[in-house]
């Protein structure tokens, strides 16, 4: 028996050691990760030293990992809310120096950090251990052809089932909901945040809000689902993220329209594990992936926005910089016209009170 | 002519009496076969016992927050909320200095479970965090404390937060468990009902066990007339009838939600078979998956297996001549069926229906994939708990109901069926 | 159970009643494991029998292989989708699962034997007690384990290993493992072993040529339990296993949770075939140890 428990350690250590050299980066899976693979890792000076896992967000991993002392993952591709997190419990390195000292200015000699804040962003603790990766939304679309007459244009419009019948397509947690319930009850999307983190009884608004609808809903839990959901005519239109509905329209030929006004863009890092077994190749490669070059990169294979906003010039000049010969900026969420009707999701709001608003939201599907 | 009885004790040839003899051969059996079974035994208690146990611990455990905040705790302790609306100075100068200078993982470790208490404490010791470090660092230490941290941040002079506080002053808590139950504590540390918005575990659980009780009643209609027609059929054909049964028995479980959720989605075989012959038009598809109904079909359809296969095994067993003896005797088939067959066929009944629902109330890979928004059971907010918001306090205590729910049920069934008559096929 | 002659009608409706029942069921069994079958086959990414699969005569550009050359990490151009993704995984988990699978079931399979032959001789002292701890990982619902292990093997450095990942699923094996050599020893006739050890016998040499011949069979079910135990385990490998570890039913969660992909069907169907082969195997095993311990076949 100990005799057999030591030929699998062995084992077991020979396979950990033999493939502890390539950078182990932890990510979503999927188109996400793939575009993640051609615009970061291809471009980068030893591609094949890169190689990506799936997980399915949520630091549980990288907990255990780091508290066992036997850390397997150097990067984790990250939301904000864990970035903080994560940031705050130890769990990611804090990397500040490295990233004033390393990462690569703007065009007009702005600092990685002042870049990011040049695109609605603010300082948050997560910047201290992560750098930036793209601007993903919660967006409502929905197929022309549903509409022959008038055609919502407003979130107003996605909350109207009179004027506008038909089911709705959302999303079994939280965020992103509350906020545009919000902005159909009349706040400015650029003041959604602050109403929310500083008005008492705002959440009890916004589920008064969603109550509206509650019976003309369908719930999706996996990112496929709402475009089968539309295109299936199941529901008239649905909340979905505006990388999935990018991919149907430039790859699949469909012909969908996003509603922009009171979309809610959320962010994605990269952060480095504490205690990663390759330091110093991953802070090398989290300084590749976050130039804006290589974000605009990433664009070409995913309709996500460069969260330096720099980078969007850069994907402007290029056009067409799609696949294919196409723009893709009628797709991309953060310009800057945009970025006016919308709303950047607040991370450190969300992280106080998460986990407490999708307690409410479950319970509030449930009933 | 008579036997001479002898009185004396009996005794083996070397001397020693037999009874004693015997005494220490059966001991030397008894060791023997516990050596057999030390290994194994030992083994279970490393890998599985002890994990279980450490994971008990964890749901009562709440010192990590405690070494953190050491002095904080012992002085609010000290705070007569009757007398004062706020704690003393000498909590805010604790809380201070454990601030300034303790390390920033761990606090930060100990904000996250904060949070659970209240929402907000991340952010609200993170900044007064950052005033606290400016100041030490300037050299500037305050007159007032309590002045200070009110001014860094007002929510101090709130005395909600500092209730909350209380929640986490002992190194063992039993708050997971009451959190569990939608339940909390409220200012002078009485147990409430969680504002009635927040209600979502007491709803998870009835439907956890709604779920598993309906999937053990379609598995017992589904299931006892397939097991009475298997015990009935001569041996060769109910033998290659058995396959059905035994091939989703032994097919990965993954395996089957996948195929559930091809044949039942809209754009799937049924939906898609149903419209080729017509019987349904293209935009009149049914929704059978992503919904309770979904759940239900792919887990009776797993769970059926479970309960034909002891089902079988006992009616197997019952003569047949008993169903004759009663019609013979003049009773009508149904009622023989009623009085005679169904009383013997209980034992199976219950060994399959607890085993099915035993199973099925731990389940979580099935109804999340198949379920939609209904597919959340209890075992989904294990895996939310342990993987996305790091409360494994409430993760371990959800578990350790759920395991003692079970535990009941596995003594009933150790009880009506005993432990050691598992069969397996 | 053949309906008697002197039926009538009425018992006549309700016997076909309750075997059309019974044929349902068998179907409601076995039907999606059947249809997916076809369906990995097919040429189109969309999982439903296309018009050209269910046309006659058969439509030979409606039927391809695509699927499984994608599944085996065969990656050209005629066989990628834009919409399906292409890898080695498939394969890699494979190996893995094979690997995870085969040293379980071995320290599974002998654990679980020796303590069998300890829990079915007559002076076993608690019995009841070590066999409900035994058959424990057998009932405890499956998250409980995981979250448990996932905390406790944090702690010693075994979570995001192999090492970690089979001792968790010996854990889980050894309870089919102990039950299925119990019940073959129930009809074990122990004076063998006495006369086995009469003509000088040690306990070794009786156990590999009196008492392991005879309940071989029980060893061997034991052991294709404890492997599909092992194989198809989902729950926790989900938690803790990192990619070094992947294994099929990881891949599968994997991908079922993004979008379901003809390729997983098509692993689905090999894992059906498995189980085929697995099943008729244990039922001819249990065949062959009623005959050998001259119990009559019911």
Sequence with gaps: MSKLLKVFLIASFAVASFSAKAVTVASWGGAYTESQQKAYADTYTDPSSIQFENYNGGLGEVRAQVESGSVTWDLVDALPGDAITGCDEGLFEDITTEIAELSTPGPDGESMLEDMENNGLEYHSGWDCCVPQIFWTYVVFYDPDAFPGDKPSSMADFFDVEKFPGKRGIHTWATGIVEKAMVADGVKPSAVPTVLRDQTGALDRAFAKLDTIKDHIVFWSSGAKPLELVKSGEVVMSIAYNGRVGAANLAEGENFEYIWEGQVLDQEYLCLVAGAPNRDAAIDFMMHASTPEAQAEQAKYITYGPMRASGIPIIQAGEPWGPGGVDIMPHMPNTPERLKVSIVSDPQWWSDNGAEINERYSAWMGN | MEVPISTAELLTTDGVPLKQSLKKAERKNKIRAFLLVFPLLLFIIVTFVMPIGDMLLRSVDDTQINTVFPNTFSEFKKWDKEKDELPPEEVYKALFEELAYGDKIQVGRALTRMNYSKSGWKSLIKNTSRAIKKAVKKNEFPDSYKDFLITANDKWADPTYWYAMGQMVNFQTPIYYYNAIDMTYDQDQNVIRQEENRRVYVQTWIKTLKVSVYVTFFCLVLGFPVAHLLANLPLRYSNLLMIFVLLPFWTSLLVRTTAWIVMLQQQGVINGILVWLGILNDDGRLSMVYNETGTLIAMTQILLPFMILPLYSVMRVIPKSHMRAAQNLGAKPATAFWKVYLPQTIPGMSAGGLLVFVLAIGYFITPELVGGKDGKLIGSWIAYHLKTTLNWGLCAALGAILLGVMLVFYWLYNKIVGIDNIKLG | ?298
Excluded at chain 3, 219 to 224: C, D, V
Aim: aromatic residues 12%; charged residues 10%; positive net charge.
């Design chain 3, 1 to 298: 159970m053949a309906l008697p002659s002197y039926a009538t009608p009425v018992q006549r409706t309700y016997y076909y009643a309750y075997l059309f029942f019974c044929s349902v069921v068998f179907f409601f069994l076995v039907a999606p494991l059947i249809a997916i079958v076809p369906i990995s086959f097919s040429v189109s990414p969309f999982m439903v029998f296309t018009d050209g699969m269910l046309s006659w005569p058969p439509d030979p550009d409606a039927w391809s292989l695509r699927w499984y050359q994608n599944m085996i990490g065969n990656c050209s151009a005629d066989v990628v989708s834009s919409t399906v993704p292409c890898s080695h995984k498939w394969m890699t988990g494979t190996v893995n699962s094979f690997f995870i699978g085969l040293t379980a079931t071995f320290i599974a399979t002998t654990l679980g034997t020796i303590a069998a032959l300890g829990l079915s001789r007559p002076h076993m002292p608690y019995k009841g007690l070590i066999m409900a701890i035994l058959i424990s990982p057998m009932i405890v619902p499956l998250i409980i384990t995981a979250a448990g292990m996932f905390f406790f093997y944090a702690r010693i450095n075994l979570v995001y290993t192999f090492t970690g990942v089979i001792l968790a699923h010996v854990a889980l094996a050894t309870p089919f493992v102990v039950i299925t050599v119990t019940a073959t020893l129930v009809g074990f006739d122990m004076n063998m072993v006495k006369a086995s050890q009469s003509l000088g016998a040690r306990p070794v040499r009786t156990f590999f040529k009196v008492i392991m011949p005879l309940i071989l069979p029980g060893i061997i079910s034991g052991a294709l339990f404890a492997f599909i135990t092992s194989f198809d385990e989902v729950v926790i490998v989900m938690f803790m296993a990192s990619l070094d570890q992947l294994t099929i039913p990881k891949q599968m969660w994997a991908g079922i949770r993004q979008e379901i992909s003809p390729v997983i069907l098509c692993m689905a169907t090999c894992l059906v075939a498995l189980s085929i082969f697995l099943l008729t195997t244990v039922e001819l095993l249990r065949r062959r140890s009623e005959r050998l311990r001259g119990i009559k076949s019911r």
